[in-house]
């Protein structure tokens, strides 16, 4: 997949960094770039026509995260622009794949500060046990 | 109410302060005492025998607080070891108010950090529709 | 004051509700209206000017909350469309008193969530001692 | 390294689930059980002697997450008691690398619920440069 292939599939969500996100370290909390992966991932979700809270009621289903690598690089801040993407890397019947980052806006540019995978399967909303993807979430995210 | 008998009601539990609880500022963030008082809450709620969790599934209810009133006079630290208390005000049909306060322990002795009223009222926990405290659980708050 | 004339003072600020923000009752758990207080309060902050990161590094000093009041009137839930408020009551030499609210946006109309009152003064960043608004932070808020 | 030899060098620190932790979807949210990570790891350091609001204040340093790959297995729910362990899998002049777990207590046996390693720098706590961990730490660690 080249460079160019990619840029064009990525969704970008700008998030703002507040007193909330940040710790005593003067930095955003290292468990908070979750947050903001998974805001960009619901946005995403959102803009091919998924609402999770309707799925849910619809389908008796909803993702769950079964495993998250996370790689920092650099420190966001108090009043930090950030803008961060999410883009499938793959989508079986039962989970999907998510690549993400997060760069910083500067006046010059972006700088990536933070990047990782996020795999996330499809469960019953009440046992918790894992199910296939319904196919309208299927083909909403191809 | 004298001093020694609002003592004798206080329940107490200890908080330690990660760097999860505090801000760019250096200190707790202001809405993570909220976060103190409800464990507070729930251990004192658990100390007569109320588990919520348990509750909503053999009920189908919960409280929902409905009031909060917090006054922050020192902020606490990272690392700081806190004790937050919990004791009822009043307890009526349909609702209960707590007094919870925020003590930092000291080698030399505790110094009040923060204090509050919590109303929390009784709601079906589908419809957040507002209803009767159940028997037992009136029972137990007494 | 007027209905009008308070309208006319009112800061807006968007906000939508993620995973992040809810609890197991299925709604935003109570501490987190204050962080969506405290987002509208920094952005009502930065249209007037104030970044308050720059404002530490160049004045050495901050607002931290001294009091809040909350009423929580319906449960916000997740994907919920949210408006926060927030506008001045009034403003010292040493504090201010903001007025804030929250709004679910539907198709129909807005309805009132939830709303409160923050009180919050000026302090030496390090020490935490309070101290003078300064001129330049004054300026901007009236 | 065998289970038995494992074992004797795990730090264990006991969680309880809150309304907090929690989200819409019933169980623990993603990002919260990297706080509870970083509560054991705070722990495992004091219980070495290391307390981190005074190491910054006398070493101007402090650790800061560079990697984090976690595996959420099943989830937790809310009053669930839990037992996190830290133990470290390498240590070196800059960084150390620490293996973590969550545990669900059940009245017949714990079971493992996510898991995860962490590699933590050592940077300066005003430029955020990587820096050697200073010997007394390193000391401590062993």
């Known amino acids: 997949m080249t460079e160019a292939h990619q840029a064009s599939e990525k969704f970008t ?14 930095i955003v909390f290292y468990a908070n770039y ?3 992966f998974e805001r960009a991932r619901t946005e995403w979700l959102r803009s091919r026509g998924i609402e999770q809270r309707a799925l849910v ?4 289903g909803m993702f769950v995260v079964s495993e998250a690598q996370i790689r ?11 803008i961060v993407t999410a883009w499938p ?11 993400q980052q997060v760069f ?6 972006t700088h990536l500060l933070c990047e990782g995978t996020i795999r996330a399967g499809w469960v019953n909303a009440v046992t918790h046990k894992p199910a296939r993807i319904p196919p309208t979430v299927l083909e909403a995210l191809k």
Chains 1, 2, 3, 4 share one sequence.
Request: aromatic share 10%; glycine share 10%.
């Open 13 to 26: 969500w700008p998030v703002r960094v507040y007193w909330e996100d940040t710790d005593a370290g003067g």
């Open 57 to 60: 009621e619809s389908t008796g």
């Open 89 to 99: 890397l793959e989508a079986g019947r039962a989970s999907m794949t998510i690549q």
């Open 72 to 82: 920092y690089l650099k420190p966001a801040r108090l009043d930090d622009e950030l």
């Open 34 to 36: 979750l947050k903001f």
């Open 104 to 109: 910083l806006k500067t006046p010059t540019g």
